[in-house]
């Protein structure tokens, strides 16, 4: 038997001691000192399978895996029929995450004993764990970044050592930007092994992803060092050096003042890595940036609309594409973005923006007189004369009167918007309100009541009612000839 393999009686009914005493401590779960009769134990007897077997038992309870491993591997080669040996070996390997190994120590405990029900539970385990595996692999190559995480998860529930199965876990949740869980799986193993070059190039990978850059490379070149072959640490050790050189470059053209070749630079570093959210938003932000530069605004806006939605909570792309609805005009998208800004930083520059681009949509939904003109915004008295000049004899009812009904309703609103928008213009102070954003109504001017007549003849200087008919049709003529409408 198991307990009868040692040369002297003596020293076997001594090792039988140690392995009681063992017993009773690992009944209290204290597995620290139950290790060491254990221990005492296979000193004394070590060509004894049972004492290896529950020295595997007490290393698997403190989760020393690799060393419980070496124990039930041992007890196996010293009794094949061992069965508590081959589910112990079989356990080792499946909470390493080597499930064939596993499988094979299970289907010898089913040799042995056919019924034996918890080697069939733990070779259903081996299966899921094998089915769960596949299908990470898919969803990594299917860039399905949650599915590897939950198939890991369900993974490590059977096999809670294995580092393969964190690692990839980690890596994945670096790749959907959740940095803090990922640093804390890379972390966990480092502490037990700080030489492991997987967990390295995770720690670096989510420094890359959060642009430390810098630190990020020298968590690389560590684990390259500890194992040259890394392929993924040095493809993310390449792309990292590539991704800082060309935004450097792009930002020392804008600095110089050469947009084309910034806007360029910008492009061909958002072709380097796509899963770099962070660093990807700042380029998009400053491509953005230099698009506003060259005039291309509508590509800026959609810059800023990718930054975004890579970050969102990226202040500057949300300020930088409210500036450039400004610039089109797009005043309701304008204040959208700066009301998510201000919701964000309660500044007083942000207050501003958000004001003025409130006064600027204000604005916009009343009739825009300058356009109604024909002027710009920063038009000179003279000017405003002239375009009114022109205007209103372009679109007197009188010009019009052989025209159609529908026609000449059309010119008379013309007409009567010429007129209104030249008698606020042509006022100082109603400019002044009206260019300010208020209401002209406010202070007692009714529109409604307007008669675009009258300012026609004050201009002209005619005499009661003005027509087409008579000397000062002549003039007019003149004049609206000499115009060249």
Do not use: W
Not at 31 to 36: G, K, L, S, T
Not at 86 to 91: I, P, T, V, Y
């Amino acid at each position: 038997s198991n307990e009868l393999t040692c040369a002297l009686p003596l020293t076997a009914l001594e090792a039988e001691g140690f392995k009681e005493q063992g017993n009773a401590f690992y009944i209290k779960k204290d597995y620290a000192e139950a290790f060491n009769y254990y221990t005492k134990a296979i000193d004394m007897c070590p060509k004894n399978a049972s004492y290896y077997g529950n020295r595997a038992a007490t290393l698997m309870m403190l989760c020393r895996y690799r060393e419980a491993l070496e124990d039930s591997q041992q007890a196996v080669r010293l009794d094949n029929t061992f069965v508590k040996g081959h589910l112990r070996e079989g356990k080792c390997h499946l909470s390493l995450g080597n499930a064939m190994a596993a499988n094979r120590c299970f289907q010898r405990v089913l040799e042995l004993e056919p019924d034996n029900s918890q080697a069939q539970q733990e070779v259903k385990n081996t299966e899921a764990i094998l089915e769960y595996e596949r299908m990470a692999e898919i969803g990594f190559d299917k860039r399905d970044y949650r599915m590897v995480v939950f198939c890991m998860d369900r993974a490590l529930d059977s096999a809670p050592a294995c580092h393969k199965f964190k690692i990839l876990k980690a890596e994945c949740l670096a790749l959907l930007g959740r940095y803090p869980e990922a640093q804390a799986v890379a972390s966990d193993i480092l502490r037990m092994d700080s030489t492991n070059a997987d967990a390295l190039y995770v720690r670096g990978l989510c420094l890359y992803y959060e642009d430390c850059i810098d630190k990020a490379v020298q968590f690389f070149v560590q684990a390259l060092r500890m194992a040259p072959d890394h392929d993924k640490a040095r493809l993310a050790c390449r792309n990292a050096k590539a991704l800082k050189a060309k935004k450097e470059e792009g930002n020392k053209a804008f600095k110089d003042g050469n947009f084309e070749a910034a806007y360029d630079l910008y492009s061909d570093a958002l072709t380097i890595d796509p899963n770099n959210i962070k660093t990807n938003a700042k380029l998009y932000c400053n491509r953005a940036t230099v698009g506003s530069k060259l005039n291309k605004l509508e590509q800026a806006i959609e810059d800023c609309t990718k930054a975004i939605k890579l970050d969102e909570t990226y202040i500057k792309a949300y300020l930088r594409r409210a500036q450039c609805y400004m610039d089109t005009e797009q005043y309701e998208e304008a204040v959208r973005d700066y009301e998510k800004v201000y919701q964000t930083e309660h500044t007083k520059e942000h207050k501003h923006l958000l004001k003025n681009a409130q006064l600027e949509l204000k604005k916009s939904k009343r009739k825009d007189y300058y356009k109604v003109l024909g002027v710009d915004k920063n038009a000179t008295e003279d000017e405003i004369k002239k375009a009114y000049r022109k205007r209103a004899l372009l679109h007197h009812p009188d010009r019009h009167s052989g025209a159609s009904t529908e026609v000449q309703k059309e010119e008379e609103k013309k007409f009567k918007e010429v007129g209104e928008a030249f008698s606020v213009l042509s006022d100082p102070k109603k400019k002044s309100r009206y260019d300010s954003g208020q209401d002209l109504e406010d202070d007692g001017m009714n529109m409604g009541d307007f008669d675009a007549n009258n300012i026609f003849k004050a201009f002209f200087g005619g005499p009661g009612g003005f027509s087409f008919e008579g000397k000062l049709c002549c003039d007019v003529f003149r004049i609206y000839s000499s115009l060249h409408i």
